[in-house]
């Protein structure tokens, strides 16, 4: 065969072989493209949830240890039990990474093997997996099994593996949880829920020894006025001593009133005044493991009440109903000879 002829030959043949494979591997025409490319976002796995953030009315946490509700009511985002304020930024960021997860992948269908991504049910009061769900004013927004997470060298993992409570294929999904199901982790631990600014007067009373009396001068200057013999007059050397301890006062649980046995006196009485002239009242009770305090508001008669004290409303109708917890060594810095 001449060279004209083999080139020839040879062409038809390489044609030949494009063709067929390009009819073998080719997409199908009928068939649509897949509902995620290269060159796109994964699915939402929620999405119409962002549009509907502003409707959530109640979200619930459970796994193993806990059970927690959390309802939106007039006075602001509240734990159902004892309507005790939460952290709303915190509640906003979880809304809103369950809102912006995404879709990765499909895993198993098969009921069998959702144990062992961590998807069933049962793995949420058995395992170390949570149920979110997110209530709307008529219906529910999202419901989901928050399982296993991907391995990951992140302190905080960006790939779970999840399922729709109502649906039977679970997901490999994109998105980052802030929080889990830890009840102090939601609630707004401080003590006084109160900003620097707002501080006038500290008069701290302990049995038997006297009475502490602080007054604000400016800013964060503050003076003691009178104070238990044998005590030492730290503020000059301190001067933010009051508003950095006060105001970073944590408690570390909420029980009912009803539930605590309390003594007849308390052994600490903290009253903070504000610039209003109103004030809170924190009586501290010694308890063999930690210290139990009950917080009350205190008012001025025949006065419209401060915008400091309507911002307080939430807390001072839970404090009605519940006491506080929190380590001994948190009044140290109080009432320190």
Known sequence: MSPARNGLFFAVVVAASLGFAYWLYAPDATQSLPPESATTAPALFYPDLSSKLDQVTQMRVQSAEHDLRFVKTALGWQESQFHY???????????????????????TSNPAFYTNIGVDEKDVK??????????????????????NAKESRSE??????????DA??????????????????????????LQGADLAKLVVRQDGVGDLVMARQEANQW???????????????????????????????????????LKDKPDWIVELYLQSGEGLRLQVYD???????????????????????????????????????????????????
């Open 126 to 147: 058995e395992a170390g997996s949570y149920r979110f769900s997110v209530q709307g004013q008529e219906k529910v927004l999202a419901d989901f099994l928050l399982g």
């Open 85 to 107: 304020p939460i952290r709303e930024k915190l509640l906003s960021s979880v809304l809103k990474a369950i809102a912006q997860m995404r879709k990765l992948e499909p895993k």
């Open 168 to 193: 039977p294929t679970s997901w490999l999904v994109e998105g980052k949880f802030p929080v889990r199901a830890d009840l102090n982790r939601w609630l707004d631990t401080r003590v006084f829920p």
């Open 223 to 261: 003076k003691v006025v009178s104070m238990p013999k044998g005590f030492q007059d730290q503020s000059k050397d301190q001067p933010e001593m009051i508003d950095a301890n006060l105001l970073r006062i944590e408690f570390t649980d909420l029980v009912a009133r009803s539930s605590v046995k």
């Open 156 to 165: 905080l993992p960006n790939q779970w593996f999840v399922r729709a409570v």
């Open 287 to 337: 308890q063999p493991k930690s210290l139990v305090a009950v917080m009350s508001f205190l008012a001025l008669e025949g006065v419209a009440p401060s915008k400091t004290a309507i911002a307080l409303a939430p807390y001072v109708q839970a404090w009605k109903q519940v006491a506080l917890t929190f380590p001994k060594e948190e009044l140290k810095g109080l009432m320190q000879p």
